[in-house]
């Protein structure tokens, strides 16, 4: 049993679609669960539609035409039979954004984000299980709603893992030994059979939930990228592919921000030992990178970049010493807030951080801070991780900038930084 995952870039278009399917029907042998996430940037679209009806903006229908639209054109092109019943099926799952924008938006701003957001992923699959299916006859569309089970957390579905690999192994393991079974990343269903998300860039996760629940020989993630290379080629030129990578060193760089996996995929294949393989879907007969429990470290530095960081440096008002008793107040108001840290350095009399800038969540931060100590910011600094650093390397990523603050382990170095 193997499980595939594509992200949205893959299927942006109807020749997406295309590839996609032909690389999934080129897969013989075993059994194999496809998750697919919303085509193109449609969440981004989706999540404008949101925002536009809970501000109660005069634009939200020429916004949800336009998402409409986008799948309408895929289809179109896809189908010259116009009588295919997934124009039916498509439009039906669009229809339960109607039934929602009719009403006030009286229900809590999560839940309904998740009710709205969540039609892009169902969406995408049910095009590409309707094109495949012209492929070949043994092609099923699941809701992944059914197998995902999670709390009320809308926005952020906590996993009940317990309820939801009992629900694969039962209903989903014969599924698969008689079909290819298409269904959607990002979401999973309360205890209510109401919708939830997993959080942004989710399907990654989702896919990693399917393949330990199915307990899959493998995960392959289908990418834009020929690997993990070690850093973003949307930065850089002279990248190099990764080709082994151990789970430890791939959650490190998901953690500090590499965005070529989501931070949570990793843990529930490293607990059942699952390979995961990051391919290109342009190029899905070349060799990508092989994630596996190797004790080997990577073979360069990687290093990877967060653009607007806030760096907040925190003082006690009387210049007394940062102690345990002010870091217990400090983390405890980061955690009110929902500030996420991604560097921390402490001193004798202060304490700094970079987080990911919010102009709301930087001033209500301030806000509370301010009551006891005396706070120092800068927005617009950058954030450079390096993973198995060296003093090239470091030179390389700082030319023509500032360091305002530098943290070393062993294995990684961390730099906040600002142009020259
Ligand atoms: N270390 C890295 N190696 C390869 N790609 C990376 C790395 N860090 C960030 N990326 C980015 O990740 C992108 C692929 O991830 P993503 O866009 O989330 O895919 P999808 O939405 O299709 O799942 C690449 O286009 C690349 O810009
Ligand atoms: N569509 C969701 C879930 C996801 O993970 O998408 P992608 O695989 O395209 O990153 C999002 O954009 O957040």
Known sequence: MKVFKFGGASVKDAEGVKN???????????????????MGKIT?????????????????????????????????????????????DVMNTFVEIDWLIEEEPDDAPDYIYDQIVSIGELVSSKILAAWLGTLRPDVKWLDARSFVHTDNTYREGLVNWEKTEAEIQKNLVPVLQQNIAVTQGFIGSTSENFTTTLGRDGSDYSAAIFSACLNAESLTIWKDVPGVLNADPKWFDETERIPQLSY???????YYGATIIHPKTIKPIQNKSIPLYVRSF???????????????????????????QALLSIFP??????????????????????????????SAISFSISFDYDARKLDKLMADLSKDYKVKYN???????IRYYNQETIDRVTVNKNILLEVKSRNTCQIVMRDK
């Open 44 to 88: 981004n679209q989706l999540e404008e539609l949101t925002r536009a009806y809970l501000n109660g903006q005069d634009d939200v229908q020429h916004i949800f035409e336009a998402i409409k639209l986008y799948h309408f054109n895929v289809l179109h092109e896809l189908f010259a039979d116009h009588s295919h019943p997934v124009f039916d």
């Open 20 to 38: 996609v399917s032909s690389i999934i029907n080129s897969h013989n042998g075993n059994e194999l669960l496809v998750v697919v996430s919303a």
């Open 248 to 254: 430890h060193d791939a959650i490190e760089l998901a």
């Open 379 to 385: 927005t617009g600094v950058e954030l450079v991780t």
């Open 317 to 346: 008002k009387d210049f007394s010493f940062i102690i345990e008793e002010n870091l217990s107040e400090i983390f405890s108001l980061f955690h009110k807030h929902r500030v996420k840290i991604n560097t921390m350095l402490n």
């Open 282 to 308: 342009l190029q899905p007969d070349a060799e990508g990178t092989d994630i596996t429990d190797l004790k080997n470290h990577l073979p360069v530095p990687s290093f990877i970049f967060k653009v607007n």
